[in-house]
């Protein structure tokens, strides 16, 4: 049976989709859906039939989760959103990731927002509930936000065990639970601390973005403030992978199912843009050891614009799409697990999140 | 009493899909009650955890903001209007 593959395009003035049959050569787009809100997370979930979920926000109203069950015509407004307490003193104001729980737990759903926090659904998102063994660790004094806010932006799950979790904030660092929540330990052992100003030692490690490896779940890679890292022992230590990588700021970080990691450096920390005007992906096709630059296709014209953390992605398709959308609006991908790059015609509002959804036709 | 109430197109879809509805009450302070009442996903737009009126969201009895009357139990009449605004926040 066909595949049918949706590359779900959040922007901060909407969300896209673009359509394509497996050999991902012709796009059909749909959208804006959501036209005004502030869209940072996405994700396609076809475990009880097909169902988006959107995390949307805007300055003035608040952050709150939609979902769609008919592709994005039409949305319902989740009532019991995430939202913190008014006694926890924390304020919910974007909501930075959404994902699948484990494939045991059909029903779950997890989103990290910001201000940093991890909320859970065993309802399939109708209700959710603040993750407090987090936020109530006691470096929660010391966590100081990043440029970015202080966001929660990604969740990995061991696919071989439910209860064990990683978390990685900006300017905090990683934390790993192995008790489904109930406790966090901080993994921030081999990266750099950055300054700020917080009297915790152990935290404020500016992580951009962490993967894990699709075969084995000891072994995760992080795009740092400053580096590129892995681990091989479930995140107790890093070590760092920069072989090759002509910068060490950048923000995303994808791995295909066939472990080929890609990363999109930038300038420096203070000049956010692509290096030296050249929009390069890089490649790793031996889980770090070296990076290159990664196929062909991309603009030879000068580009200053850059790659936010959520907005790189892979399907899982073999060879592996690669999608990455730019703060300028433009949407580049590859069929070939990075050989051959293209554009998929289109200017967006600046782009916030990529991911991606296969779905048998 | 009714009184008319209109919100921003962007959050249509928290009110049955409508900017211009009525809400009933004796006051105004009943008005608004009954707003968060009758459309909770309303709510969470225009008020924070702390159930503060957001900085940038506006909410106009007629011609003044509701952040500055001095009370809210002001009898309602017929015509009134309750208006909820984004404050112009640059841009």
Same mark, same amino acid.
């Given at each position: 049976m066909a595949n049918q593959v949706i590359v779900l395009v959040g922007t901060t003035k909407g969300a896209f989709f673009f359509h394509a049959d497996e050999r991902r050569r012709e796009w059909r787009m749909t959208g804006p859906h959501l036209g005004g809100w502030e869209v940072y997370s996405l994700l396609g979930d076809n475990r009880h039939g097909p169902r988006i979920y959107a995390g949307t926000g805007h300055f003035v109203y608040g952050a709150t989760v939609r979902v769609s069950e008919d592709f994005g015509t039409s949305w319902t407004q989740v009532e019991a959103s995430p939202s913190y307490s008014k006694e926890s003193g924390f304020a919910l104001k974007r909501i930075w990731q959404i994902v699948p729980g484990h494939s045991s737990e059909p029903d779950t759903l997890y989103?990290?927002?910001?201000?940093?926090?991890?909320?859970?659904?065993?309802?399939?998102?109708?209700?959710w509930q603040e993750v407090t063994g987090l936020t109530q660790h006691p470096t929660r004094p010391g966590w100081a936000p990043g440029n970015g806010g202080l966001c929660l932006h990604t969740i990995l799950i061991d696919p071989h065990n439910p209860r064990r979790m990683w978390v990685a904030m900006s300017a905090v660092g990683v934390f790993r639970t192995d008790d489904?929540?109930?406790?966090?330990?901080?993994?921030?052992?081999?990266?750099?601390?950055?300054?700020?100003?917080?009297?915790?030692?152990?935290?404020?490690?500016?992580?951009?973005?962490?993967?894990?490896?699709?075969?084995?779940?000891?072994?995760?890679y992080l795009q740092f403030h400053w580096g590129v890292f892995k681990s091989t022992d479930g995140a107790d230590s890093w070590q760092p992978i920069e072989q090759g990588v002509p910068s060490t700021f950048g923000f995303p970080m994808a791995v295909t199912r066939a472990g080929e990691l890609f990363v999109i450096p930038m300038q420096s920390d203070g000049e956010r843009y692509m290096k030296e005007g050249h929009l390069r992906v890089y490649r790793s096709q031996n889980r770090g050891a070296s990076w290159e630059i990664s196929g062909s296709g991309l603009p030879e014209y000068p580009v200053y614009s850059g790659v936010l953390r959520d907005a790189l992605a892979v399907d899982a398709l073999e060879p592996a799409g690669v999608y990455f959308g730019t703060g300028m609006g433009e949407l580049f991908y590859s069929r070939d697990s990075g050989e051959r790059w293209e554009q998929i015609p289109a200017q967006l509002p600046r782009i916030t999140s990529v991911k991606t959804w296969v779905l048998e036709a | 009493?009714?009184?008319?109430?209109?919100?921003?197109?962007?959050?249509?879809?928290?009110?049955?899909?409508?900017? @211009?509805?009525?809400?009933?009450?004796?006051? !105004?302070?009943?008005?608004?009650? $009954? /707003? &968060?009442? @009758?459309?909770?996903?309303?709510?969470?737009? !225009?008020?924070?955890?702390?159930? $503060? /009126? &957001?900085?940038?969201?506006?909410?106009?009895?007629?011609?003044?903001?509701?952040?500055?009357?001095?009370r809210l139990d002001i009898p309602l009449q017929p015509g009134d209007r309750l208006d909820v605004l984004q404050a112009v926040s640059g841009g």
């Open positions: 989103a990290g927002v910001e201000e940093a926090g991890l909320f859970v659904s065993r309802d399939r998102g109708t209700s489904g929540g109930d406790s966090w330990k901080v993994c921030n052992l081999g990266l750099p601390e950055v300054p700020t100003g917080e009297p915790y030692p152990e935290i404020g490690r500016c992580v951009h973005k962490m993967v894990l490896d699709p075969q084995d779940s000891n072994t995760m | 009493m009714e009184i008319t109430v209109t919100v921003p197109a962007l959050l249509r879809d928290c009110v049955g899909g409508h900017t @211009t509805f009525t809400i009933a009450g004796a006051t !105004l302070d009943q008005a608004l009650r $009954q /707003l &968060r009442a @009758t459309y909770p996903l309303l709510r969470v737009h !225009l008020f924070d955890e702390a159930e $503060q /009126l &957001r900085p940038h969201v506006l909410i106009f009895y007629n011609a003044e903001s509701i952040a500055w009357l001095e």
